[in-house]
């Protein structure tokens, strides 16, 4: 994954970066990007490197599916993101609402938890 971000503060005695202003993060697999993640703020914890974004939170994958929430996790050793408030996923066969969220970083195996939605065929 490759961070972008408007402002840093690094904090090193709480080993922590906070992230403001707007952040992207490009995630890849096998050197292509498959997703994209922005978000308004967040924190990088510095040991595990994991990334947290709060407030306006996107995620659009390759293949034009987006995701909406107000807050999401980026796990690094399992690269999967996650939540546990309301989700919105639009891909172009189906609109999912949920409260909780987990999936790859591709956005391509994911779980909704308390789902509602319309789904197609």
Known sequence: AILNAGHISVFNS???TLIDSGAVVDFYKTGEKVSTLTGMRGKVL??????EIYD?????????????T???Y???KTQKVSTDVFVKIT???????GIGFESDQNLKNYTVYKVTGVFSK
Do not use: H, M
Not at 46 to 51: E, L, N, Q, V, W
Not at 61 to 68: A, P
Not at 91 to 97: A, L
């Open 14 to 16: 709480r080993a922590y």
């Open 70 to 72: 107000s807050k999401l």
């Open 74 to 76: 980026w796990n690094n």
């Open 91 to 97: 891909t172009p066969k189906e609109d999912i609402e």
């Open 46 to 51: 510095d040991a595990t490197k994991d990334i």
């Open 56 to 68: 306006s939170v996107v995620v659009v994958n390759k293949e034009g599916s987006v995701l909406k």
